[in-house]
């Protein structure tokens, strides 16, 4: 006779695998019977070992599925008793149960379904083990299963539907070893049963959340439990392939946009980052071949570790500033000495075709209606005209037009004497002349700043900064030229030149200009210019060695990434709304589903106490008052039921309508400040992309003279190489140069 739901044995199981044929299995059926009758027992994966019908690592393989077959019966009687008792409704188990089947067919792991349950908040931990303590006879009938103390007489299994794939057959190949493997670790002594077990609960999470393939001693190498020796010597034991544990394929993908006019690169996590040659090649591949990043770009961003960004964009937004003639009535290459008063006007644009012509990042001919419209846009002191087409001083000053294209009024301020900010903000993009010390306290906007000294301030400057005696504990982004004497512990970052007259210490400097600083002594700093470096003197004996860049864009990639903080900032109030929105969307789901299951419990009560009423009414003179009590017992029965029912029903009914309160009012505020957000985020967005499309114009210069000494430890780099000083030198040159096997190389002369 056979049993439906009886879970298969090993035998079972090799024969349907086809391990085994069914003469063998019939084999194995009378060794293990015989064994058993003389007092001899021996397990199934022992009979099959020493007949040589399966290999250890198949047993292990058939013990992993019994295994899941027995946790999937479980899982299905958990359910059942989940949906009796009105925890759970009969999708939430379904699902449960593809997850627990998902997780096994991709990396074999064994996950529980009331474990599955509980993370996706459908039951709490109390409900989960009052469900298991009705799981007794279940369980008891898995240990006999597992332990095997009791013959199976029949061949009847239940399908599992699991079908290996050559993935999941590397992993259980992998696992059977590994388990060996682990045995001859602890044999031998080389690490304890808290080590292994430690690195065996590595490799299943890799499996559970990645589907990502580790084998056992390379995670214990890595964890310095055993070294690559000792791992070598138990691999060649088990007559496994030893495979360089150091060799990294980089991974890396690239992503398209929609309209075919963005490319961004994505670098897997855990591997070795490419080359600028693989990037290309990839892009390549796509079929890529318009409006790739120059090389410098690329390459910097590989060089300080992103993990994601644009390699490639396509747009049409000089195109639209072209067609729109746009015309300034004043000098954009700086803020302009000509004062404006308030109302003349500062710029002016043509009005064209909505449409226009542009080539994607295919070579394909697209038609697009707009793009990064920044021919000019208005900010501080500016007003636009009501036809988008003129631009007027909403203040009287001195006009500019800003990397990102917006228009400002700096209106000037003249202070006598030193000025503390501890005492309050000026006037935000005011032309500063300061005849004393700058201290911050606020932040600084400016156009552009002159000051005796400027000490412990964060200035934004649209123009030039400059300090007649020296700049200390100042964090300064500009956009025109940074003059001081000094420098000491300042962060400067600039789209133009920096001078410095005498000393930079313990500072970093990133700059899309020039570092022309001929005179000046550099100690324990960090210098990037994008069209060389000149200074007098590197580094001493006595600090931490500096690190000079020529010709890289690691000032651009700064901004970069100070606007996507920005933008991640402005999003976090709109991102935490739609959050809080989503959670109480999904417990009032949760909610109606258990309150449908509660209506179908109901209904069913009823019907039953129905059919018992008429039934007590049919029998009550012809049975016995005993079976007649024990009807009314059961209508009474159902009557709590429905009451219990509907009682739990008015309950949940009352919470849904909390959480669709709850949902309204999110979804209000959400209404009230999106716009506003998404504004912003779009104006940060084209700031971003403004300042690409400078760099991208902006030659790069690889070149660093040094007129004095440089001592050792100083690294030089280009944009694709760099070297260190290993002795003192003197009067030098040093540029990055493309040798005769497409390689580069930091050369160095004699000035």
């Given at each position: 006779m056979e049993l439906p739901n009886q879970i298969q044995s090993l035998p079972e199981l090799a024969l349907k695998y086809g391990t085994i044929n069914s003469e063998q299995f019939s084999l194995i059926q009378r060794l293990h019977t015989l064994k058993t009758k003389h007092g001899h027992p021996m397990e199934y994966d022992q009979l099959l070992l020493s007949q040589k019908f399966a290999t250890s690592y198949q047993v292990g393989l058939l013990k992993l599925i019994q295994e899941y077959l027995i946790i999937k019966k479980r899982g299905e009687e958990f359910g059942k008793i989940a949906i009796e008792k009105g925890f759970a409704t009969q999708v939430d188990v379904d699902k449960a149960l593809a997850e627990q089947k998902k997780a096994f067919k991709t990396a074999k792991i064994k996950k529980l379904i009331g474990d599955i349950l509980v993370e996706s908040r459908v039951i709490t931990q109390k409900q989960k083990h009052a469900i298991l303590k009705e799981q007794t006879f279940l369980d008891a009938e898995a240990d006999k299963i597992l332990n095997q103390e009791k013959s199976k007489k029949q061949a009847a299994i239940e399908d599992a539907g699991i079908e290996l794939s050559e993935y999941e057959q590397q992993f259980l190949q992998i696992r059977v070893l590994d388990q060996e493997f682990a045995a001859s670790i602890l044999e031998?002594?080389?690490?304890?049963?808290?080590?292994?077990?430690?690195?065996?609960?590595?490799?299943?999470?890799?499996?559970?959340?990645?589907?990502?393939?580790?084998v056992l001693g390379n995670i214990m190498v890595g964890l310095k439990f055993i070294t690559e020796d000792?791992?070598?010597?138990?691999?060649?034991?088990?007559?496994?392939?030893?495979?360089?544990?150091?060799?990294?394929?980089?991974?890396?993908?690239?992503?398209?946009?929609?309209?075919?006019?963005?490319?961004?690169?994505?670098?897997?996590?855990?591997?070795?980052?490419?080359?600028?040659?693989?990037?290309?090649?990839?892009?390549?591949?796509?079929?890529?071949?318009?409006?790739?990043?120059?090389?410098?770009?690329?390459?910097?961003?590989?060089?300080?570790?992103?993990?994601?960004?644009?390699?490639?964009?396509?747009?049409?937004?000089?195109?639209?500033?072209?067609?729109?003639?746009?015309s300034y009535l004043f000098d954009t290459s700086k803020i302009d000495t000509v004062e404006k008063k308030k109302g003349e006007a500062l710029a002016k644009q043509g009005v064209s075709c909505e449409t226009y012509l542009k080539i994607d990042l295919f070579g394909n001919t697209v038609e697009q209606k707009r793009g990064e419209d920044f021919t000019f846009r208005c900010a501080n002191g500016t007003r636009l005209s009501k036809d988008d087409t003129k631009a007027f001083a909403g203040k009287t000053g001195f006009p500019s037009l800003s990397i990102?294209?917006?228009l400002f009024v700096h209106p000037v301020i003249n202070v006598l004497e030193d000025a503390d900010l501890r005492y309050g903000p000026l006037e935000a993009y005011a032309n500063l002349n300061i005849s004393g010390v700058l201290t911050g306290a606020y932040s600084i906007s400016a156009g552009q700043i002159n000051a005796d000294e400027i000490r412990g301030a964060r200035i934004e400057a649209i123009g030039d900064v400059r300090s007649r005696v020296g700049i200390t504990d100042a964090v300064i982004s500009a956009q025109g030229d940074v003059y001081a004497r000094y420098l000491h512990n300042c962060r400067i970052e600039t789209f133009g030149n920096v001078y410095i007259e005498n000393e930079i210490i313990d500072s970093q400097v990133f700059c899309s200009g020039k570092i022309d600083s001929g005179k000046c002594h550099v100690v324990a700093s960090s210098l990037y210019g994008k069209k060389g470096i000149e200074l007098a003197n590197v580094g001493n004996e006595r600090t931490s060695p500096?690190?000079?860049?020529?010709?890289?864009?690691?000032?651009?990639?700064?901004?970069?990434?100070?606007?996507?903080?920005?933008?991640?900032?402005?999003?976090?109030?709109?991102?935490?709304?739609?959050?809080?929105?989503?959670?109480?969307?999904?417990?009032?789901?949760?909610?109606f589903q258990k309150m449908v299951e509660l209506k179908i419990f109901h209904d069913r009560a009823k019907n039953k106490k129905e059919k018992l009423k008429l039934e007590f009414n049919k029998k009550k003179k012809s049975v016995k008052k005993e079976k007649l009590k024990n009807i009314a017992k059961l209508i009474n029965s159902f009557e709590k039921r429905m009451n219990v029912s509907l009682s739990s029903l008015k309950n949940l009914n009352q919470t849904r309508k909390k959480y669709k309160t709850e949902i309204e009012r999110f979804e209000k505020k959400i209404k009230q400040i999106e716009p506003g957000i998404k504004k912003e985020t779009r104006n940060l967005q084209i700031d971003m992309f403004a300042f690409f499309e400078w760099a991208r114009k902006e030659q790069s210069l690889s070149q660093i003279k040094i007129n004095n000494k440089i001592f050792p430890g100083t690294i030089l780099s280009g944009v694709f190489s760099f070297l260190e000083i290993k002795t003192n030198l003197k009067n030098i040159s040093a540029s990055e140069k493309e040798t005769a096997d497409e390689k580069f190389l930091i050369k160095i002369q004699k000035n």
């Open positions: 031998k002594g080389l690490a304890t049963e808290i080590e292994v077990k430690e690195a065996q609960d590595i490799q299943e999470k890799a499996f559970e959340r990645e589907q990502h393939i580790q000792q791992k070598n010597m138990v691999l060649k034991e088990q007559n496994r392939i030893i495979k360089d544990s150091s060799e990294k394929t980089p991974v890396l993908r690239v992503n398209i946009s929609e309209d075919q006019m963005e490319a961004i690169i994505h670098i897997d996590e855990e591997s070795e980052p490419p080359t600028l040659a693989e990037i290309k090649t990839a892009l390549a591949q796509k079929g890529i071949k318009y409006g790739i990043y120059p090389d410098a770009i690329l390459q910097c961003n590989l060089d300080i570790d992103n993990k994601e960004f644009v390699a490639a964009k396509q747009d049409f937004s000089m195109e639209l500033i072209k067609s729109r003639r746009a990102e294209r917006k500096c690190t000079l860049g020529a010709g890289t864009e690691h000032h651009i990639l700064e901004k970069a990434r100070q606007v996507t903080q920005k933008v991640k900032n402005v999003r976090k109030p709109l991102d935490e709304l739609t959050e809080k929105k989503e959670e109480q969307e999904y417990f009032s789901k949760k909610i």
